[in-house]
Protein backbone atom coordinates (compact mmCIF):
# COMPACT_ATOMS: atom_id res chain seq x y z
CA UNK A 1 0.00 0.00 0.00
CA UNK A 2 1.13 3.24 -1.15
CA UNK A 3 2.11 6.30 1.22
CA UNK A 4 -1.47 8.20 -0.31
CA UNK A 5 -3.37 4.81 -0.27
CA UNK A 6 -2.99 4.37 3.38
CA UNK A 7 -3.69 7.92 4.96
CA UNK A 8 -6.59 8.29 1.69
CA UNK A 9 -8.20 4.66 2.92
CA UNK A 10 -7.94 6.18 6.88
CA UNK A 11 -10.73 9.06 5.32
CA UNK A 12 -12.55 6.96 3.22
CA UNK A 13 -12.77 4.92 6.68
CA UNK A 14 -14.99 8.05 7.86
CA UNK A 15 -12.31 9.45 10.05
CA UNK A 16 -10.98 12.78 9.46
CA UNK A 17 -7.30 13.15 9.57
CA UNK A 18 -5.54 16.76 11.74
CA UNK A 19 -2.42 17.85 12.18
CA UNK A 20 -1.17 18.37 15.73
CA UNK A 21 1.14 21.50 14.70
CA UNK A 22 1.37 24.66 12.83
CA UNK A 23 4.24 27.02 12.55
CA UNK A 24 5.38 29.35 10.14
CA UNK A 25 7.67 27.56 7.68
CA UNK A 26 4.91 24.64 7.59
CA UNK A 27 2.75 27.60 5.57
CA UNK A 28 5.56 29.15 3.80
CA UNK A 29 7.46 25.94 2.50
CA UNK A 30 3.83 24.67 0.74
CA UNK A 31 4.37 21.61 3.11
CA UNK A 32 0.83 22.24 5.14
CA UNK A 33 -0.37 22.20 1.32
CA UNK A 34 0.85 18.90 0.55
CA UNK A 35 -0.20 17.01 3.27
CA UNK A 36 -3.51 17.97 2.55
CA UNK A 37 -2.86 16.94 -1.11
CA UNK A 38 -0.96 13.94 -0.49
CA UNK A 39 -1.83 12.65 3.11
CA UNK A 40 -5.48 13.97 3.27
CA UNK A 41 -5.26 15.93 5.77
CA UNK A 42 -8.42 17.64 6.81
CA UNK A 43 -7.87 20.15 9.41
CA UNK A 44 -5.26 20.91 12.37
CA UNK A 45 -4.88 21.93 15.63
CA UNK A 46 -2.02 23.75 17.96
CA UNK A 47 -0.41 24.83 21.43
CA UNK A 48 1.72 26.94 23.04
CA UNK A 49 4.77 24.07 23.06
CA UNK A 50 4.47 23.59 19.51
CA UNK A 51 4.55 27.26 18.94
CA UNK A 52 8.18 27.68 21.55
CA UNK A 53 9.72 25.36 19.39
CA UNK A 54 9.08 27.08 16.06
CA UNK A 55 10.61 29.82 17.78
CA UNK A 56 13.32 28.39 19.69
CA UNK A 57 14.40 26.43 15.97
CA UNK A 58 14.38 29.62 13.41
CA UNK A 59 13.85 32.85 12.67
CA UNK A 60 10.50 32.93 10.65
CA UNK A 61 9.14 34.86 12.99
CA UNK A 62 11.41 37.90 13.51
CA UNK A 63 10.33 40.30 11.65
CA UNK A 64 7.11 39.79 12.62
CA UNK A 65 8.25 40.11 16.34
CA UNK A 66 10.25 43.22 15.62
CA UNK A 67 7.53 44.87 13.50
CA UNK A 68 4.91 44.34 16.53
CA UNK A 69 7.04 45.13 19.50
CA UNK A 70 7.71 48.39 17.66
CA UNK A 71 3.75 49.30 17.23
CA UNK A 72 3.64 48.38 21.24
CA UNK A 73 2.59 44.48 21.39
CA UNK A 74 4.32 42.64 24.31
CA UNK A 75 3.51 39.37 26.03
CA UNK A 76 0.40 37.48 25.72
CA UNK A 77 -1.08 40.23 22.99
CA UNK A 78 2.16 39.42 20.97
CA UNK A 79 1.60 36.05 21.10
CA UNK A 80 -2.01 35.89 19.65
CA UNK A 81 -0.60 38.22 16.78
CA UNK A 82 1.76 35.74 15.84
CA UNK A 83 -0.49 32.80 16.34
CA UNK A 84 -4.05 33.93 14.98
CA UNK A 85 -1.81 35.70 11.52
CA UNK A 86 -0.73 31.77 11.40
CA UNK A 87 -4.09 30.44 11.65
CA UNK A 88 -5.69 32.24 9.56
CA UNK A 89 -3.44 31.37 6.43
CA UNK A 90 -4.25 27.77 8.04
CA UNK A 91 -8.10 28.43 7.73
CA UNK A 92 -7.90 29.60 4.56
CA UNK A 93 -6.24 26.58 3.33
CA UNK A 94 -8.99 24.23 4.64
CA UNK A 95 -11.59 26.46 3.86
CA UNK A 96 -12.46 25.08 0.95
CA UNK A 97 -12.52 21.22 2.71
CA UNK A 98 -14.56 23.09 5.20
CA UNK A 99 -17.61 23.89 2.97
CA UNK A 100 -17.48 20.68 0.55
CA UNK A 101 -17.94 18.72 3.66
CA UNK A 102 -20.99 21.20 5.30
CA UNK A 103 -19.11 22.60 7.87
CA UNK A 104 -18.06 19.13 9.27
CA UNK A 105 -14.32 19.14 8.49
CA UNK A 106 -11.48 21.44 7.46
CA UNK A 107 -10.95 23.38 11.16
CA UNK A 108 -8.37 24.76 12.85
CA UNK A 109 -7.94 25.36 16.40
CA UNK A 110 -6.44 28.33 18.77
CA UNK A 111 -6.66 27.43 22.69
CA UNK A 112 -7.53 30.15 25.59
CA UNK A 113 -4.85 31.08 27.91
CA UNK A 114 -4.47 28.00 30.08
CA UNK A 115 -3.93 30.32 32.88
CA UNK A 116 -7.57 31.01 33.01
CA UNK A 117 -9.03 27.32 33.31
CA UNK A 118 -10.62 28.01 36.46
CA UNK A 119 -11.97 31.32 35.59
CA UNK A 120 -15.63 30.85 33.67
CA UNK A 121 -16.02 33.89 32.78
CA UNK A 122 -12.49 35.06 31.42
CA UNK A 123 -12.74 31.90 29.71
CA UNK A 124 -15.49 33.13 27.67
CA UNK A 125 -14.50 36.37 27.33
CA UNK A 126 -11.75 35.57 25.66
CA UNK A 127 -13.13 32.80 23.67
CA UNK A 128 -15.46 34.89 22.09
CA UNK A 129 -13.32 37.95 22.00
CA UNK A 130 -10.74 35.20 19.84
CA UNK A 131 -13.34 33.78 17.34
CA UNK A 132 -14.86 37.00 16.45
CA UNK A 133 -10.89 38.51 15.72
CA UNK A 134 -10.44 35.56 13.33
CA UNK A 135 -13.17 36.05 11.19
CA UNK A 136 -13.02 32.26 9.72
CA UNK A 137 -15.73 30.19 10.12
CA UNK A 138 -14.25 27.39 10.39
CA UNK A 139 -11.87 27.92 13.49
CA UNK A 140 -12.67 26.10 17.03
CA UNK A 141 -11.71 27.90 19.80
CA UNK A 142 -10.05 25.39 22.66
CA UNK A 143 -11.55 25.28 26.22
CA UNK A 144 -10.12 22.75 28.43
CA UNK A 145 -12.75 20.73 30.38
CA UNK A 146 -12.00 21.72 33.36
CA UNK A 147 -15.55 22.49 35.89
CA UNK A 148 -14.91 26.12 35.22
CA UNK A 149 -13.99 25.17 31.37
CA UNK A 150 -17.17 22.99 31.48
CA UNK A 151 -19.09 26.22 32.33
CA UNK A 152 -17.81 28.05 29.56
CA UNK A 153 -18.46 25.52 27.08
CA UNK A 154 -21.95 26.27 27.43
CA UNK A 155 -22.13 29.96 27.07
CA UNK A 156 -19.87 30.10 24.52
CA UNK A 157 -21.81 27.37 22.68
CA UNK A 158 -24.69 29.93 23.28
CA UNK A 159 -23.02 33.01 22.15
CA UNK A 160 -22.14 31.18 19.08
CA UNK A 161 -18.46 30.20 19.13
CA UNK A 162 -17.56 26.81 17.90
CA UNK A 163 -15.57 25.01 20.79
CA UNK A 164 -12.99 22.21 20.91
CA UNK A 165 -13.51 20.86 24.45
CA UNK A 166 -9.64 19.27 25.53
CA UNK A 167 -8.03 17.52 28.39
CA UNK A 168 -10.94 14.84 28.38
CA UNK A 169 -9.83 11.65 29.62
CA UNK A 170 -12.47 9.43 30.83
CA UNK A 171 -16.11 8.68 30.46
CA UNK A 172 -17.42 11.01 32.88
CA UNK A 173 -15.75 14.02 32.08
CA UNK A 174 -16.98 13.32 28.01
CA UNK A 175 -20.60 13.31 29.16
CA UNK A 176 -20.08 16.68 31.51
CA UNK A 177 -18.46 18.38 28.32
CA UNK A 178 -21.28 16.67 25.92
CA UNK A 179 -24.04 18.05 28.17
CA UNK A 180 -22.47 21.36 28.61
CA UNK A 181 -22.02 21.41 24.67
CA UNK A 182 -25.75 20.26 24.02
CA UNK A 183 -27.40 22.96 26.70
CA UNK A 184 -26.16 25.57 25.29
CA UNK A 185 -27.36 24.94 21.80
CA UNK A 186 -30.74 23.86 23.72
CA UNK A 187 -30.80 27.36 25.06
CA UNK A 188 -30.19 28.37 21.21
CA UNK A 189 -33.03 26.60 19.83
CA UNK A 190 -35.02 28.19 22.90
CA UNK A 191 -33.77 31.66 22.00
CA UNK A 192 -34.76 30.69 18.23
CA UNK A 193 -31.16 31.21 17.19
CA UNK A 194 -29.50 28.98 14.67
CA UNK A 195 -28.71 25.65 16.54
CA UNK A 196 -26.06 24.16 14.12
CA UNK A 197 -22.94 25.69 16.49
CA UNK A 198 -20.05 22.53 15.70
CA UNK A 199 -17.82 21.49 18.52
CA UNK A 200 -15.47 18.69 19.21
CA UNK A 201 -14.60 16.91 22.27
CA UNK A 202 -11.42 15.95 22.53
CA UNK A 203 -10.06 12.56 24.20
CA UNK A 204 -5.88 12.82 25.29
CA UNK A 205 -5.24 8.84 24.81
CA UNK A 206 -1.23 8.41 25.43
CA UNK A 207 -1.06 10.22 28.43
CA UNK A 208 -2.95 7.04 30.19
CA UNK A 209 -0.37 4.45 29.13
CA UNK A 210 2.58 7.38 30.21
CA UNK A 211 1.08 7.50 33.77
CA UNK A 212 0.88 3.84 35.06
CA UNK A 213 3.86 2.27 32.83
CA UNK A 214 5.64 2.27 35.72
CA UNK A 215 2.97 0.50 37.61
CA UNK A 216 1.74 -2.06 35.04
CA UNK A 217 3.58 -5.70 33.87
CA UNK A 218 4.78 -5.53 30.29
CA UNK A 219 1.81 -7.15 29.08
CA UNK A 220 -0.67 -5.07 29.81
CA UNK A 221 1.12 -2.12 28.45
CA UNK A 222 -0.25 0.59 26.31
CA UNK A 223 -3.41 -1.08 26.39
CA UNK A 224 -5.19 1.59 28.80
CA UNK A 225 -5.34 4.59 26.58
CA UNK A 226 -7.37 2.84 24.21
CA UNK A 227 -9.50 0.95 26.27
CA UNK A 228 -10.85 4.14 27.81
CA UNK A 229 -11.45 5.31 24.39
CA UNK A 230 -13.74 2.42 23.38
CA UNK A 231 -16.05 3.31 26.24
CA UNK A 232 -15.89 7.20 25.59
CA UNK A 233 -16.37 6.37 21.85
CA UNK A 234 -19.33 3.80 23.07
CA UNK A 235 -20.83 6.50 25.83
CA UNK A 236 -20.67 8.56 22.56
CA UNK A 237 -22.84 6.45 20.31
CA UNK A 238 -25.27 5.67 23.02
CA UNK A 239 -25.24 9.50 23.86
CA UNK A 240 -26.71 10.63 19.90
CA UNK A 241 -29.57 7.51 19.99
CA UNK A 242 -31.41 9.34 23.28
CA UNK A 243 -34.56 11.24 22.36
CA UNK A 244 -32.86 14.35 23.64
CA UNK A 245 -30.08 14.49 21.03
CA UNK A 246 -32.31 13.13 18.49
CA UNK A 247 -34.76 16.37 19.01
CA UNK A 248 -32.01 19.14 19.00
CA UNK A 249 -31.03 17.37 15.92
CA UNK A 250 -34.59 17.58 14.71
CA UNK A 251 -34.31 21.32 15.37
CA UNK A 252 -31.26 22.03 13.24
CA UNK A 253 -28.31 20.68 15.60
CA UNK A 254 -25.22 18.68 14.25
CA UNK A 255 -23.50 15.75 16.79
CA UNK A 256 -20.26 17.00 18.34
CA UNK A 257 -17.65 15.11 17.68
CA UNK A 258 -14.94 12.70 19.18
CA UNK A 259 -11.06 13.88 18.64
CA UNK A 260 -8.21 11.64 19.51
CA UNK A 261 -5.11 13.83 20.69
CA UNK A 262 -2.09 13.17 22.43
CA UNK A 263 -1.49 9.86 19.86
CA UNK A 264 2.39 10.16 19.69
CA UNK A 265 3.47 7.06 20.99
CA UNK A 266 5.25 7.66 24.50
CA UNK A 267 6.99 4.19 25.12
CA UNK A 268 9.75 3.42 22.77
CA UNK A 269 9.56 0.12 22.62
CA UNK A 270 5.05 0.54 21.10
CA UNK A 271 5.15 1.04 17.65
CA UNK A 272 5.51 4.49 16.66
CA UNK A 273 1.54 3.94 14.65
CA UNK A 274 0.47 2.47 17.46
CA UNK A 275 -2.86 4.60 18.30
CA UNK A 276 -3.35 5.86 14.94
CA UNK A 277 -3.73 2.15 14.19
CA UNK A 278 -6.27 1.44 17.02
CA UNK A 279 -8.22 4.36 17.15
CA UNK A 280 -10.22 4.12 13.68
CA UNK A 281 -13.96 5.23 14.07
CA UNK A 282 -16.35 7.18 11.53
CA UNK A 283 -17.10 10.45 12.63
CA UNK A 284 -14.37 10.83 14.60
CA UNK A 285 -11.03 13.15 13.84
CA UNK A 286 -7.40 11.98 15.06
CA UNK A 287 -4.84 14.70 15.24
CA UNK A 288 -1.23 12.81 14.64
CA UNK A 289 1.87 15.14 15.51
CA UNK A 290 4.10 15.48 11.95
CA UNK A 291 6.10 12.70 12.55
CA UNK A 292 3.08 9.79 13.35
CA UNK A 293 1.60 11.46 10.37
CA UNK A 294 4.39 10.31 8.29
CA UNK A 295 4.74 7.59 10.22
CA UNK A 296 1.90 6.14 9.50
CA UNK A 297 2.04 7.09 5.87
CA UNK A 298 4.60 4.86 5.16
CA UNK A 299 3.84 1.82 7.35
CA UNK A 300 0.38 2.47 9.24
CA UNK A 301 -1.64 -0.69 9.83
CA UNK A 302 -5.75 -1.08 10.10
CA UNK A 303 -7.03 -3.32 12.55
CA UNK A 304 -10.76 -3.59 13.60
CA UNK A 305 -12.85 -0.47 13.85
CA UNK A 306 -12.93 1.11 17.36
CA UNK A 307 -15.43 -0.12 19.46
CA UNK A 308 -16.26 -3.22 18.03
CA UNK A 309 -15.26 -4.95 20.96
CA UNK A 310 -16.26 -3.16 23.89
CA UNK A 311 -15.67 -6.21 26.44
CA UNK A 312 -12.19 -6.70 25.38
CA UNK A 313 -12.15 -2.90 26.45
CA UNK A 314 -13.54 -3.02 29.82
CA UNK A 315 -11.76 -6.32 30.47
CA UNK A 316 -8.55 -4.44 30.08
CA UNK A 317 -9.51 -1.48 32.47
CA UNK A 318 -10.90 -3.92 34.96
CA UNK A 319 -7.50 -5.83 35.27
CA UNK A 320 -5.75 -2.05 35.45
CA UNK A 321 -8.22 -1.70 38.23
CA UNK A 322 -7.41 -4.76 39.70
CA UNK A 323 -3.66 -4.11 39.47
CA UNK A 324 -4.24 -1.00 41.46
CA UNK A 325 -5.00 1.63 39.21
CA UNK A 326 -8.17 4.19 40.55
CA UNK A 327 -9.50 5.00 36.92
CA UNK A 328 -11.43 8.19 38.42
CA UNK A 329 -8.86 9.24 40.56
CA UNK A 330 -6.38 8.77 37.85
CA UNK A 331 -8.75 10.75 35.40
CA UNK A 332 -9.01 13.39 37.85
CA UNK A 333 -5.11 13.50 38.43
CA UNK A 334 -4.57 13.32 34.05
CA UNK A 335 -6.80 16.17 34.05
CA UNK A 336 -5.27 18.20 36.84
CA UNK A 337 -1.68 17.46 35.32
CA UNK A 338 -2.61 18.33 31.93
CA UNK A 339 -3.41 22.07 32.83
CA UNK A 340 -0.36 22.16 35.17
CA UNK A 341 1.96 21.01 31.84
CA UNK A 342 -0.46 23.86 29.59
CA UNK A 343 0.56 26.32 32.07
CA UNK A 344 4.23 25.64 32.24
CA UNK A 345 3.95 25.81 27.99
CA UNK A 346 2.30 29.17 28.41
CA UNK A 347 4.50 30.86 30.31
CA UNK A 348 7.71 28.76 28.77
CA UNK A 349 6.16 30.33 25.49
CA UNK A 350 5.54 34.27 26.64
CA UNK A 351 9.67 34.02 27.92
CA UNK A 352 10.43 33.01 24.74
CA UNK A 353 8.70 35.94 22.94
CA UNK A 354 10.20 38.28 25.06
CA UNK A 355 13.65 37.12 24.96
CA UNK A 356 12.69 37.53 21.27
CA UNK A 357 11.59 40.09 21.23
CA UNK A 358 14.68 41.71 23.38
CA UNK A 359 17.10 40.25 20.78
CA UNK A 360 15.40 41.39 17.44
CA UNK A 361 15.54 44.87 19.04
CA UNK A 362 19.44 45.17 18.67
CA UNK A 363 19.54 43.82 15.25
Known sequence: MTEIARTR?????GQSIWLDTITRELLDSGTLQRY?????????????TIFDQALESGSAYDNEIRNRSVAGRFGEDLFFDLAIS?????????????????????????????????DADSTLRIATELFSRIKR?????????????????????????????????????????ADAWLRGVERRIVAGLDPDIRSVASVFVSRWDASVADSIMTEKSNRLGIAMANRIYDASRTLHATPRWQRAMNAGARPQRLLWASTGTKDSRAPDTLYPSALVAPFTVVTLPEKTLLAFADH?????????????????????????????AMAAKLQTEGVASFVASWNKVLERIRIKTEAVALR
Open 137 to 177: PNVLIKIPATPEGIVAIEHATFAGVPVNATLIFSREQYLSV
Open 36 to 48: VDQYAVTGLTTNP
Open 86 to 118: DLVRAADIFRSIHDQTNFVDGWVSLEVPPTLSD
Open 9 to 13: TLHDL
Open 300 to 328: GEFGSLLGEDLKEAERTIASHSEAGVDID
